[in-house]
């Protein structure tokens, strides 16, 4: 969500540094967890399983890798900045121009048409036909219209996914480059530095919590972003592993930038020692071996709240967004405690072990959708509006639901 600075490199990366004791508290746990289920006589879903250990392990080293060629990739795409950004918009506009015109003619000549998302099949046109009235033939202007109806609702489904995909692409590089923590530091008002004291440091790690918090909800409450955070809750185990399986595409992402903690005063490399003890923090909160901790809980999350978070149970959907601090929760309405058991994993699980399929599978039912939707308000809802908004639209007509869930 950040460019990284000649000020960022300068500073200590904790999570890097952090490698052995990650790696060290899983397998501590594991051993935990074996003697555990030894105990009870079962398996638990918190319990280590090799495969799904696999693929969170492997999205974490994507994590670290697929983004520096995403950026890389993307920046000639960035409008304003790369050589071909004016080319994507002046696509983006154009492809958008063309669904519109699409649609129209469609909505026009699409009588006796089935409904979006439906191929025409013989047996369709052999259903048409049975339902004209007897000794009536078809008329061939109707045909035409027909056909002209059909043509135009595959230009406007394959129009209609590209316009998205290149606005989307457009808007998120525009949106990053403007918001980079270099570039916001250069422009911050009246050259305030707050310095590196323990004063700044404190005061960053609570600022991006404030703003960690916010992302955090929007990725659960926009499907666009929640396909960027979806890779995080696929799992139907939890455990300490969990916490490595992270998203792959923020690239592609819109949200509130941490760099504007460099408007306030936080220099760059502050605020990248706070995004580390960030990130260092929530590694811990990703278990079951840690029950409740009493009053810490009424300030901070903690494993119980975090359990909380990853549950599919309908009292647990889109709870508990918080990082460090709880509070957040509490302030804004989204906090829930720990009461039934945890069900992991989303309402509608991916079952695939697969690093690709688990980090491009809500993409993929996206742009599906947007595909097979007739009008800008339906595209634009299951990108934008949240994911429980899609299936409630699914439901309305009365399609199959997409391959994975909410968490």
Known sequence: MMAVTDHERDAVDLTVVAIPFYFGSMGAEHLYLKKRAEAR???APTDYEKRDTLASLSMGVGSLVVP????????????????????????????????????????????????????????VEAADATSAPAGAAASPGRERLRR?????????????????????????????????????????????DLGTGALAVGGAILAWDFIYYWNHRFMHESRFLWAIHVVHHSSERYNLSTALRQ?????????????????????????????????????????????????????????????????????????????ILILWDRL????????????????????????????????????????????WSDRLGFVFRGPGWAYDRHAQRHEPQPTAGVA
């Open 41 to 43: 006589g079962g398996p």
């Open 247 to 323: 998203p792959v595409a923020d690239a592609f992402g819109v949200f509130v930038p941490m760099g504007a903690l460099s408007l306030l005063g936080f220099r760059p490399e502050v605020v990248e020692t706070a995004r580390g003890v960030n990130l260092l923090y929530q590694f811990w909160i990703h278990t079951d071996a840690v029950g409740k901790l009493g009053p810490v809980e009424e300030v901070f999350n903690t494993a119980s709240h975090h359990r909380v978070h990853h549950g599919s149970n309908p009292q647990y959907l889109d709870r508990n967004h918080g990082s």
């Open 332 to 375: 804004f309405g989204t906090f829930e405690r720990e009461d039934e058991p945890v069900r992991y994993g989303l309402t509608k699980n991916v079952d695939s072990y697969n690093p690709l399929r688990i980090a491009t599978h809500e993409h993929a039912d996206i742009l599906r959708d947007v595909a097979g939707s007739e009008t």
């Open 148 to 192: 002209a109806a059909r043509r135009a609702r595959k230009v406007a489904s394959s129009a209609g996914v590209t316009a998205v995909a290149a606005g989307v692409v457009a808007g998120a590089t525009t949106w990053a480059s403007r918001t980079a923590a270099q570039r916001l530091w250069d422009r911050r008002p009246n050259g305030r």
């Open 68 to 123: 520096l060629a995403l950026n890389k990739a993307l920046r000639p795409l960035t409008p304003g900045k790369g050589r071909f950004g004016r080319a994507l918009v002046l696509g983006t506009i154009g492809a958008a121009a063309a669904t519109t015109v699409a649609d129209v003619i469609a909505r026009r000549n699409a009588a006796g048409l089935p409904p979006a998302g439906q191929v025409p099949t013989p047996l």
